[in-house]
Each structure stands twice: as C-alpha cells, then as structure tokens.
C-alpha cells in the first residue's frame, strides 16, 4: 500500500519481484501468510474458504521448490488447509516432465494444484491427462465474450467436457454476468 497512491496492483510489482529474483522470498512469504491466516481464523472459530497462492515461473523453477513448501507447511506446525497452489499453463508446459515430478509430489502433500489461464499457452492434450492437478481454470478472455460469440462458448462448453471427463473441478475466471454463470 503506498502511502500517496493507495493500493499497488501486482502487475505493477510482480515483474519487478521476478527481475530481481525477489520473488523466491516473496513467495515464500506468500505461502506462509497464506497458511497462518488460514490457520488464525480457524482458530477464531470461522471455517475458512480454500486459500490459492499463485506460483511464479521463477520459484517453480528452482531446484528446491518443492522442499521450500514442504518447509513452510511444516513449519506452521499441524495444520491442515484447504490450500492450493495455482500455475500459469505455460510455465508448467516449459519442463513439463520436471514439472510433473513437482506437482505430483506436492499434489501428495495433500495441496491441490490449479492450472490457471487454461487454453491461452501452449497446452498439449497429450499431457491433460498426465498432469497432477485437481482444478483447471478458463481463463477470462474465453468467458467475457462466450454470450457473444459462438466460437468461445463452444471452447467454454468443450474444456469443461474435457475437465469432467477427467475427474477435474472447473472454474471460470472473470465471470460477471448470471448469463456467463449459466
């Protein structure tokens, strides 16, 4: 929150974040956060919603990745969240084998694994299916004009069908409208 501006949007912060590669502690923290206010309201009695962090292509990267969560879970102590760790579709498909080893062991850890933006990378249908994730999220570009345009609701209704048929909870990002929810 700056102080004359008021609130950053990340797009304004994430980049830099990445470029200085301070985005490995600022995920880190993220997590952290994430799962000590998950755990505090738990605590005051309140049943928290499923917390998503978002994951840069720079943390997924590393080596440690998958330790650095195991840490920051172990850490909080017991706890048990519903936590889920949301990937951009393109920088899964950038080491796909590498990073399938990653989500499965994390997808083991009991964190459900989101790929976010689905259908605007690079995605192969080839691995759909050989991918450890729980949920599969439209990106917005295909549901603001899906009232609309017939080709991007026939996209809309055909990645759903797909994600059923595999067993995979679907979310729609950018939804506005009681017609785009329908």
Same mark, same amino acid.
């Given at each position: ?6 609130? !950053?949007?990340?797009?304004?912060? =994430? ?15 993220? *997590?952290?956060?994430? +799962? ?14 499923? !917390?998503?962090? %978002?994951?840069?292509?720079?943390? *997924? ?17 017991? !706890?048990? +969240? ?9 920088? @899964?498909?950038? $080491? ?6 990653? *989500? ?5 850890? %009991?964190?459900?694994?989101? =790929? $976010? ?8 249908? %080839?691995? +759909? ?6 949920? *599969?999220? =439209?990106?917005?570009?295909? @549901? ?7 080709? $991007? ?30």
């Amino acid at each position: 929150k700056d102080p004359e501006n008021g609130l !950053v949007p990340p797009l304004s912060f =994430i980049p830099l974040l990445e470029e200085t590669r301070m985005i490995l502690e600022a995920g880190r923290w993220a *997590l952290s956060k994430a +799962i000590s206010d998950s755990k505090k309201w738990k605590a005051m009695g309140l049943n928290p919603p499923k !917390v998503a962090v %978002n994951v840069s292509p720079i943390q *997924l990267r590393q080596k440690d990745f998958v330790s650095m969560v195991a840490s920051v879970i172990n850490g909080a102590g017991n !706890v048990t +969240i519903g936590l889920e760790l949301e990937i951009t579709e393109s920088v @899964i498909m950038q $080491d796909i084998e590498a990073n399938i080893k990653k *989500l499965r062991i994390i997808r083991d850890m %009991n964190i459900e694994v989101a =790929i $976010d933006d689905f259908g605007t990378g690079y995605s192969s249908l %080839n691995y +759909i299916a050989k991918l450890p994730f729980n949920v *599969l999220k =439209i990106d917005r570009a295909f @549901i603001v004009n899906m009232t609309s345009n017939a080709d $991007d609701l026939n996209i809309v209704s055909a990645i759903i069908s797909l994600a059923h048929s595999l067993h995979l909870r679907v979310i729609a990002e950018g939804v506005e409208t009681n017609e785009q929810a329908d």
